[in-house]
């Protein structure tokens, strides 16, 4: 029985037939797998992160409108209240930044592109060449600002396409 040729064949044919069919069904396997990963990681965050960055937006405006009288007045006495309210706007800023960078792997192209742009717009560079010391001014803040109230515009349309798709 063992030594039967015809048997080992038989055995070797269905081997191979399991062994594609194994295969082919492994694959399938890990396309839906990343498939259903990728619809579970775009609807999680951006509705989150659009209540989050809105609320950011509303305590920005405040802090840019008090730097901004601050500024106005024009006073040596108020150095160090602009340069505390300054500090704070950057610090919101920082939020939003932070925020943009954890939610941009799961937006599309054009919700993408506004959120590098936002980033790129508030970090302060320096470079090797240019070591002066750069700061933040009132109309680069309302710069952002507007730039921000753009992409809540854009983020929550790419939640409402999502949701009316059901992705």
């Known amino acids: ?7 080992w064949e038989s ?23 990343g498939k259903i990963r990728n619809i579970l990681k775009r609807k ?25 009288e601050l500024e106005r007045l024009n006073k040596e006495d108020f150095h160090e209240e602009k340069e505390v309210r300054r500090q704070d706007v950057m610090v919101l800023m920082y939020q939003v930044k932070a925020h943009l960078q954890t939610v941009r792997p799961n937006l599309e192209s054009l919700q993408k592109h506004a959120a590098d742009k936002i980033v790129n717009a508030i970090v302060v560079k320096k470079t090797w060449l240019d070591q002066s010391n750069r700061s933040l001014s009132t109309k ?10 753009g992409f809540i515009v854009l ?5 409402k396409d999502r949701e009316a798709t059901g992705s």
């Open 1 to 7: 029985m063992w030594d039967d040729k015809d048997l």
């Open 44 to 68: 999680v965050r951006p509705p989150e992160i659009h209540l989050e960055v809105a609320q950011l937006v509303l305590k920005l405006r405040a802090g840019i409108k008090g730097w901004e």
């Open 155 to 159: 983020l929550e349309g790419l939640i």
């Open 11 to 33: 055995a070797n044919k269905i081997g191979i037939i399991c062994t594609v069919f194994g295969t082919i069904l492994a694959v399938i396997t890990l396309v839906y797998a």
């Open 140 to 149: 680069q803040a309302w710069e952002i600002h507007n730039e921000l109230h």
